[in-house]
């Protein structure tokens, strides 16, 4: 067995791999972020009666989505990712997968639940399908991973969260390597749920502005190889960031709603600014969770400004991508990353008007930066709130 890793060794990224209302790569999705872009429509999806707009996603004509929707997005992501980081992805123990999810191919046989209820079921497929749509053990079996597996269902911070997983995982010496990111189609159950909330727009959503009424749901899928600067050195691979800290906190205030004071978010941004050893003046910007809904904004607006100030650019991709549930923290994650290495940001798209409850300004208007450091946050049901933190990665030492 391998000597455990030092836990204090970096852990960097060496590939990405993303498909979302953007585009169908980490560069169609840069580009697309400098654009107005296609707007939300009503989902195309069968026995589906919502008809407020949503961002879909478009797979690669001939991508198999016999086992579901949402694993055809994650193989998409998933091998983007490897092949950038030129990972040979083998049976190993030493190489980990972890999803985010909340759909995860697994609600999409409603009418087998009716016949079945009903008595009349002729076929079992519907069940076999469900059994085989755990995303973290399907990429583990289809690509042949040989290390730890986990799906990681935390509401809309799952894909922080597992990112967050494999932080540790490499942290602890359990692995060498992990891919995490997460994954969710555009499913008519969770559109049917968000919709009973209140909480869907009529229009293209407006995270921060005073006129916003609700946010649009979207899907995609993105992933992100982690592995300690040992291992990718050894492997001669290019560090593109570091992962430099993760924190997640509950307020455990309401099920649907964060906490008003933003007490949980403050921690988790205080517990990962801790954890990286910086202040919070050390960062360039914020990807805001930014859902547009009137809790959400307002909370994150109350927390950025007690704890940044005006010394932070922050801006939410949501008016791009949708609300992509379990893949959110992952896509974010990736458009953090981008942003980084280009020291550019976007506009806010869908922002114009600014909300004294909110009391901050989002980015207006895309620009060139100077970052070393920045902040990815995800708000979830049950009053999760998880935070990101990502260093530039510097070759010639001083990461």
């Not at 005073?210 to 995609?220: F, K």
Request: overall charge negative.
């Amino acid at each position: 067995m391998p000597e455990p890793l030092n836990h204090t060794e970096p852990v960097v990224i060496t590939g990405m791999g993303i498909i979302s209302a953007l585009g169908r790569s980490a560069v169609e999705c840069l580009e697309g972020l400098s654009k107005e872009g296609t707007p939300p429509a009503a989902p195309d999806i069968p026995g589906c009666t919502v008809t407020k707009p949503s961002f879909g996603a478009e797979l690669p004509s001939g991508r198999d989505t016999e086992k579901g929707r949402t694993l055809a997005l994650a193989g998409h992501a998933f091998e983007q990712a490897v092949n950038q980081a030129g990972l040979e992805v083998s049976a190993g123990e030493r190489t980990g997968i972890c999803a985010g999810t909340t759909v995860a191919s697994q609600l999409n046989d409603i009418e087998f639940y009716s016949r079945y209820r009903k008595g009349t079921v002729e076929s079992y497929d519907a069940v076999h399908r469900y059994l085989a749509g755990n995303p973290a053990e399907a990429l583990k079996r289809d690509y042949g991973l040989g290390g730890p597996a986990m799906t990681v269902v935390n509401a809309c911070s799952s894909g922080t969260d597992a990112v967050g997983t494999a932080m540790a995982w490499l942290n602890s010496g359990r692995c060498d390597a992990v891919i995490a990111g997460g994954a969710d189609e555009l499913n008519r159950v969770p559109l049917s749920g968000f919709n009973a909330l209140g909480i869907l727009s009529d229009s293209p959503c407006r995270p921060f502005d005073a006129d916003r009424d609700g946010l649009n749901l979207g899907e995609g899928a993105a992933f992100l190889v982690l592995e300690t600067l040992s291992s990718a050195k050894a492997r001669g691979a290019a560090p593109m960031a570091e992962c430099r800290a993760w924190a997640t906190a509950s307020d455990a205030y309401h099920l649907t709603s964060p906490r008003p004071d933003g007490l949980g978010l403050e921690t988790a941004v205080t517990k990962a600014l801790n954890r990286a050893g910086i202040s919070g003046k050390r960062i360039g910007f914020i990807n805001a969770h930014g859902t547009g809904t009137q809790t959400n904004d307002r909370t994150e607006g109350l927390v950025f400004g007690k704890l940044f100030k005006s010394s932070v650019k922050i801006y939410s991709t949501k008016g791009h991508t949708g609300h992509t549930l379990g893949a959110a923290g992952a896509i974010e994650a990736v458009l953090t990353v981008l942003s980084l290495q280009r020291q550019w940001l976007p506009a806010s798209r869908g922002y114009a008007d600014f909300d004294e409850n909110v009391g901050i300004r989002p980015v207006e208007k895309e620009q060139a930066i100077h970052a070393e450091y920045a902040m990815s946050t995800s708000l979830a049901f049950g009053g999760m709130n998880s935070v990101l933190i990502f260093k530039r990665y510097n070759s010639e030492g001083d990461r």
